[in-house]
């Protein structure tokens, strides 16, 4: 686990028309090409994983979610319900803490989709011991604590993909607070019927610029906001 508390934020926001995964990308060097490496990843065409933790380790991972659904496909000519998924990956996980010559996952993982069955949104995430859970928000990584708090204020079932798309910037903006001294890209894909028909994709460079440009604008109206409330205080303690 010191691995995924170590890592980079990622969340994941069940809307009533889709999820949003998002995750906050530390550039380790300056040298690295800009958007490449991605952290976020399509296992099927209407679901995205999302990991926070050891590179290699998540890579693995969503390479044995893409085998499970093209098995999946390929025996039943149709796409692997959500669920199906993640009682696999649940099973796989677990199996990695069963022997010692093996090691635990060094992730946490979210997963999202729209279903292929009932058109459905489910956001799932699964830790190192296999276990997992359906949720609204979900949220891993090193700025998890802060994270969760504002997934936490949010109204799920009236929360539309587009408004979470803003809510995910500014809460990846947010939660960068504990590497305040890296810096780090954005990352925001979306699944809805509505938007994408049904396809797991990366959101548009315009939407990405324009949530990013909210998220920076709210955190400095919150600064200015705090630095007039210690104004404020200091006048009243004033002699």
Not at 123 to 141: D, F, K, R, V
Not at 189 to 215: M, N, P, V, Y
Not at 217 to 239: I, K, N, R, V
């Amino acid at each position: 686990m010191k691995a995924v508390e170590n890592g980079g934020t990622s969340i994941g926001i069940k809307c009533k028309d889709g999820i949003v995964l998002a995750v906050e990308k530390i550039i380790q060097s300056k040298l690295l090409i800009p958007k490449k490496n991605k952290r976020i990843q399509t296992v099927d065409r209407n679901i995205g994983v999302v990991y926070s933790g050891l590179l290699p380790d998540g890579r693995h991972f969503v390479n044995r979610c893409r085998d499970e659904c093209q098995s999946f496909k390929s025996i039943f000519k149709t796409m692997m319900p959500i669920s199906n998924l993640m009682d696999r990956m649940g099973i796989y996980v677990q199996n990695y803490t069963c022997y010692n010559s093996v090691r635990p996952f060094g992730i946490v993982s979210i997963i999202g989709g729209v279903d292929n069955e009932d058109g459905e949104p489910y956001l799932y995430m699964i830790e190192p011991s296999g276990s997992y859970w359906g949720y609204n928000g979900a949220a891993t990584g090193k700025g998890r604590q802060i994270a969760k708090s504002e997934l936490e204020k949010l109204n799920y079932e009236e929360l539309t993909c587009l408004e979470a798309i803003n809510h995910a910037a500014r809460i990846i903006h947010l939660s960068h607070e504990d590497n305040k001294d890296k810096d780090y890209e954005l990352e925001i894909s979306w699944c809805s019927k509505e938007h994408t028909g049904g396809k797991h994709q990366f959101i548009s460079d315009d939407l990405l610029e324009q949530a990013r440009k909210l998220a920076e604008e709210e955190e400095e109206e919150e600064d200015d906001d705090e630095e007039e409330e210690a104004g404020a205080d200091d006048e009243e303690m004033a002699p």
